[in-house]
């Protein structure tokens, strides 16, 4: 069965940095999109950053230029360095990513998610 590990949450001051890894194991294809979310209390889920299998990238207007997604394909690990935390960054983040699998002899795309991350910023 496919998973995602989500490491590299914590707490940190405001105008610091963290680097967030997400890990995908089991039987895999192949990897499509990856990405990741947050969830702040009481808002909804949503999108931080995503990347193609090809490295095109999508950014939310509240963390472009301070947040770089990539992915490392042979190690199936995308990572999100966050640069320049805000107290409004603080959230569970997820990763989420869209798995080619194998199932009895069928190829599926799959949506998988990771368990979630804590990032707290301080002020």
């Known amino acids: 069965q496919p998973q995602l590990v989500e490491s590299g949450g914590g707490l940190v001051q405001a105008g610091g940095s963290l680097r967030l890894s997400c890990a995908a194991s089991?039987?895999?294809?192949?990897?499509?999109?990856m990405g990741w979310y947050r969830q702040a209390p009481g808002k909804q889920r949503e999108l931080v950053a995503s990347i193609t299998s090809g490295g095109s990238t999508n950014y939310a207007e509240s963390v472009k230029g301070r947040f770089t997604i990539s992915r490392a394909n042979a190690e199936k690990t995308v990572y999100l360095q966050m640069n320049s935390l805000k107290t409004e960054d603080t959230a569970v983040y997820y990763c989420n990513a869209d798995l080619r699998i194998v199932v009895l002899g069928t190829i599926l795309d799959r949506d998988y998610w990771g368990q979630g991350t804590q990032v707290t910023v301080s002020s």
């Open positions: 089991g039987s895999i294809f192949s990897i499509n999109d």
